[in-house]
């Protein structure tokens, strides 16, 4: 039972460079979230999937998008990676409810834009 | 949109000290408020959490308290040890939605030995 996986676990892009960072869950959870963290800002959300076929943005979702492929699989995409978007990302899932609310974190990416 | 705010961004004791975080939210609508300790190149992993229906809740060495009224809540951990040392982030949301947390800064926790 892995949990969250996620890909690649390092990075490292130029400016204007494109990727996906890809990230997939084995325990049938319904919500997806992606956040990244920076040094003193914690946990910033970017977006969420709170069911197969949605998504929203998060507090800070410029110059990134996602992709809810399946029940198991969130992609985050940059289009045009920016210094600004060097950071950790971490990948979670969770299923919301009374009885089991934690989230499940992935081993996160870290991604560096020069 | 609720927004947490987490203090002190540092702090450090001695080992067998306690250590006490604080956390203020700011929608009243928040109900979970989970805490997640996160050691150095790890994934954060979740150590209690608390429901708007409890006051406080405790677990060995920490525990955490709940003030609706005042819109904030506190993580304890006494007699602190050395792999206490971390980075300690509390989080609101509310249940029975998309499960979203917001999380605040981070408190960076050293126990000295």
């Known amino acids: 039972n892995a949990g969250v996986t996620q890909t690649p676990k390092f990075q490292v892009l130029k400016t204007g460079q494109s990727m996906t960072l890809q990230c997939a869950q084995d325990?049938?959870?319904?919500?997806m979230y992606w956040y990244r963290q920076d040094p003193g800002m914690g946990l910033r959300l970017i977006y969420y999937?709170?069911?197969?076929?949605?998504?929203d943005k998060g507090e800070v979702p410029n110059g990134y998008n996602v992709s809810r492929l399946n029940k198991r699989e969130f992609s985050l995409r940059l289009e045009s990676a920016a210094p600004s978007q060097t950071s950790v990302y971490f990948c979670?899932?969770?299923?919301?409810?009374?009885?089991?609310?934690?989230?499940?974190f992935g081993s996160g990416t870290r991604l560096t834009v020069v | 949109g609720e927004n947490v705010e987490q203090h002190p961004s540092t702090l450090s004791v001695q080992e067998g000290d306690s250590a006490v975080i604080k956390c203020t939210y700011s929608?009243?609508?928040?109900?979970?408020f989970p805490w997640y300790k996160q050691e150095l190149g790890k994934r954060p992993q979740l150590i209690i959490d608390?429901?708007?229906?409890?006051g406080e809740k405790k677990d060995q060495r920490i525990a955490v308290t709940l003030n609706k009224t005042a819109k904030h809540f506190s993580l304890h951990i006494t007699e602190t040890q050395p792999e206490d040392s971390a980075v300690y982030f509390c989080?609101?949301?509310?249940?029975?939605?998309?499960?979203?947390?917001?999380f605040g800064q981070g408190t960076t926790l050293q126990v000295k030995p």
């Open positions: 979670a899932s969770s299923e919301p409810g009374w009885r089991d609310y934690g989230y499940t």
């Open positions: 325990m049938n959870h319904n919500s």
């Open positions: 999937s709170a069911s197969e076929g949605t998504t």
């Open positions: 929608d009243s609508a928040s109900n979970y």
């Open positions: 608390i429901r708007s229906n409890v």
């Open positions: 989080a609101a949301s509310i249940t029975g939605n998309t499960g979203k947390l917001i």
